[in-house]
């Protein structure tokens, strides 16, 4: 079955950096575009990053363009959100999302909480 595990979500300081990891199975990993996104407490989720099966195209929101990078490492079916220049803006459950097999699969989250 289709599994997303993330980890690497942690407390910093603003101005920090994190870096996600999103573990995948279940799939075929390089057939598949993949995303990361966010929810802060009281907000919707929403759209962090994307990057394309091959990692040839990557998308941002606006928000964080310039400060974060989506990657991805085929040979250890992973997914990767490096967080640079982290403002309290940026704290939410982080999680990373794969559209397969007619569906989208979420992952559990990993909380990000930076502080002032």
């Known amino acids: 079955q289709v599994q997303l595990v993330e980890s690497g979500g942690g407390l910093v300081q603003h101005g920090g950096a994190l870096r996600l990891s999103c573990a995948a199975s279940g799939f075929s990993f390089s057939s598949y575009a993949m995303s990361w996104y966010r929810q802060a407490p009281g907000k919707e989720r929403e759209l962090v990053a994307r990057i394309s099966n091959l990692a040839l195209t990557t998308n941002y929101a606006d928000s964080v363009k310039g400060r974060f990078t989506i990657s991805r490492d085929k040979a250890k079916n992973t997914v990767y959100l490096q967080m640079n220049s982290l403002k309290p803006d940026d704290s939410a459950v982080y999680y990373c999302?794969?559209?397969?097999?007619?569906?989208?699969?979420w992952g559990q989250g990993t909380q990000v909480t930076v502080s002032s």
């Open positions: 999302k794969v559209f397969t097999l007619g569906r989208d699969y």
